[in-house]
């Protein structure tokens, strides 16, 4: 869905495609000790947050939409109808939304890990679902005037929704709720923190949110990964005394 004349940032991108496949054997490190510990909601405070954007609405279901999946935000305001799978419950990500130029447009992700299919769970797939018949109904009123009837996510009035927004109104809402003022971005965060305390490994968490490698994984969340060992040895305590 790119523009022709943004062919030479297609080939720029074809570049950094063949380094990163050149360099996939350079093993990545970083001293723990200088890891930068990340902002993110724990369990209780995302079935919070889960409780307050359980209406419908637009923003509510990219919220959740976020905390199932661990998209990042400009994949999944990039989301076209096309990319959802709802008979095998998968959701393709190969755009992201970008800004250049005055305007909002689909380019391709930084990285070729970052293309990727991931599932979709009941939930997620229901939240969809919901939402593609409340957009068809506004299709219907707009008529030819709908500017991008393939997007997922868009404005009540069909332009491609905006990202700052959507941080501004999420922290609105959790500091409204006693929650931490995070970003968007820790939804990302909130997820992979679900998945390592519900035992998947770095490798399945890595390819899931379309991480380079599972070092880049491992080093980005060293300290909720130090928290879950810790918990796995009382757990074992607990069933051994």
Not at 211 to 219: L, V
Request: proline share 2%; net charge positive.
């Amino acid at each position: 869905m790119l523009c022709e004349d943004r062919s030479a940032f297609a080939d720029f991108k074809t570049i950094i495609a063949i380094l990163f496949q050149k360099c996939a054997g350079v093993v990545y490190k970083k001293d723990p000790s200088k890891a930068k510990k990340i902002k993110y909601l724990d369990k209780e405070q995302c079935q919070k947050l889960m409780s307050v954007t359980s209406e419908y609405s637009t923003f509510n279901t990219i919220i959740q939409f976020l905390l199932f999946t661990g998209l990042r935000i400009g994949e999944c305001l990039a989301l076209r109808w096309c990319d959802i799978d709802f008979e095998h419950n998968t959701v393709t990500i190969c755009h992201t939304l970008s800004f250049a130029d005055d305007k909002w447009f689909l380019s391709v992700p930084k990285t070729e890990t970052s293309f990727r299919t991931i599932r979709l769970s009941t939930y997620s797939k229901e939240l969809l679902l919901r939402h593609k018949r409340e957009q068809d109904r506004l299709k219907e009123t707009v008529g030819d005037a709908w500017v991008h009837p393939d997007i997922v996510f868009t404005s009540a009035i069909s332009n491609y929704y905006c990202q700052s927004f959507t941080n501004k109104q999420l922290k609105k809402i959790l500091v409204d709720n006693d929650l931490p003022a995070l970003s968007v971005h820790a939804l990302r965060h909130s997820n992979a923190s679900l998945m390592i305390n519900n035992g998947f490994d770095v490798k399945a968490i890595s390819e899931h949110l379309g991480h380079c490698n599972t070092a880049i994984t491992s080093d980005i969340y060293t300290h909720i990964f130090k928290e879950y060992k810790a918990k796995m040895a009382e757990s074992i305590e607990k069933d051994l005394i």
